[in-house]
């Protein structure tokens, strides 16, 4: 059974509040909350978040949020043991973002945890490519409403391996759901994709997701084909295409012959004319990139997503210096316009910039704890604060890449 927390804290009075507006956003956010002392804990630990410098421990956010003695514990029991839903937060930070990014597409962003031992919740060991080694570590997976200048978190998920959903002392240990299983990356986004559009918040918005996110690309399109959700999705230069050189310039659905080629390969053999070329800044200077397309078709991954009947485009990226394309994508917008298609593909890395702003500035890498809703309270909070900060100070910048 959850522990629930006894401390209370008593309507705080803040003379000179350096955070305008918090106490109404973090009601409007966290108002749901059945108990007066669950709102002020929120309201509590988001100023925490907002205030405290350096690394965000309770004991930090306690002191510079100017909290009475015992608030750390209580803090860190509002995060870690209080039984409160996180879901409904998430969908008013949702209609926030939306209400504040027209014309935003969906990406993901991931965020790493090195850790200790192995008892903090999700907890295994990963290679990570961008370190060349084995971490121990957490992995959380968050989806983003992303415009051109700015991108917001709205939704998380944590993964697990099958050693931790095997293991059901430390699952009851840890509160994790029944629900949750091991699951690849791609399942994730998916649920995470799931689980905003229940929301109706959106709209018709097309997921952007780049080599990052280490996605089974034919896998999630055809289920995200099955939804009649847009995408965009980079994909490796040995990702297996079926040429479809029987179909339309307006990317119908004719097949063509059945001999799958890699990506790389196919645009290399002359797949692509007539490149489409732009500036990339890179570096501080404007780079010219040419641009290739041409229509394919993914090989089916299952019976019940048959994506094998479903033309798509397929785009390379070619800096005119190198040899061959340097990066590939997988679109369903093949009616759009390539200049708004190639707009979507820089919004990925304006998340991944967030994301290393929510890692160094709102404490997304800080949980201390070691239960599953711990976990997805902490994030929701970090969530939280970052948009309150946006639109408290607006987003006159983009955020820098």
């Not at 993901?108 to 084995?134: I, M, N, Q, Y």
């Not at 029987?246 to 119908?252: D, I, L, S, V, Y």
Request: charged share 25%.
């Amino acid at each position: 059974m959850a522990v629930q927390h006894r401390t209370v804290l008593p309507q705080p009075q803040y003379a000179h509040d350096r955070l305008p507006g918090l106490s109404g956003f973090a009601e409007d956010v966290f108002g749901y909350l059945p108990r007066v002392d669950q709102r002020r804990w929120a309201d509590a630990y988001l100023r925490g978040l907002l205030t405290a410098p350096g690394k965000k421990t309770v004991s930090r956010m306690a002191k510079a949020a100017c909290l009475p003695p015992g608030a750390a514990q209580a803090l860190q029991q509002f995060i870690s043991a209080s039984p409160w839903d996180w879901s409904a937060a998430r969908e008013s930070l949702a209609r926030k973002a939306a209400a504040r990014l027209p014309g935003h597409s969906w990406t993901v962003g991931t965020t790493l945890v090195e850790k200790r031992g192995e008892h903090s919740v999700g907890v295994h060991k990963r290679f990570v490519p961008e370190a060349g080694r084995t971490i121990n570590c957490q992995v959380g997976m968050g989806l983003f409403l992303t415009s051109g200048s700015e991108s917001v978190p709205v939704e998380w998920s944590l993964l697990m391996d099958e050693a931790w959903c095997g293991d059901e002392v430390r699952r009851r240990r840890a509160r994790v759901p029944d629900t949750v299983r091991a699951e690849p990356q791609w399942a994730h986004v998916l649920d995470l994709t799931d689980r905003l559009a229940a929301l109706k918040v959106s709209g018709p918005a097309p997921l952007v997701v780049d080599r990052h996110c280490a996605i089974d690309a034919t896998r999630l399109a055809a289920h995200l084909h099955l939804r009649e959700r847009d995408f965009v999705l980079e994909v490796r230069p040995d990702q297996p295409v079926l040429p479809a050189l029987h179909a339309a310039p307006g990317m119908g659905n004719r097949p063509g012959p059945a001999r799958p080629v890699s990506a790389q390969r196919f645009m290399h053999e002359g797949g692509a004319r007539h490149p489409y070329v732009i500036g990339v800044e890179q570096g501080g200077r404007t780079r010219r990139v040419q641009v290739f397309s041409a229509p394919v078709r993914l090989p089916g991954s299952s019976p019940a997503a048959p994506s094998t009947q479903r033309v798509h485009r397929l785009i390379a990226e070619q800096f005119p210096a190198g040899p061959r394309p340097a990066r590939f994508w997988i679109t369903s917008l093949g009616d759009r316009r390539m200049d708004e298609v190639l707009s979507l593909l820089r919004r990925p890395s304006l998340t991944h910039a967030v994301v290393q702003r929510l890692e160094d500035d709102f404490g997304l890498l800080d949980f201390e704890g070691r239960s599953y809703p711990g976990w997805h309270h902490h994030m929701t909070m970090s969530s939280a604060a970052y948009l309150y900060r946006r639109l408290q100070l607006g987003a006159r910048r983009p955020a820098r890449l």
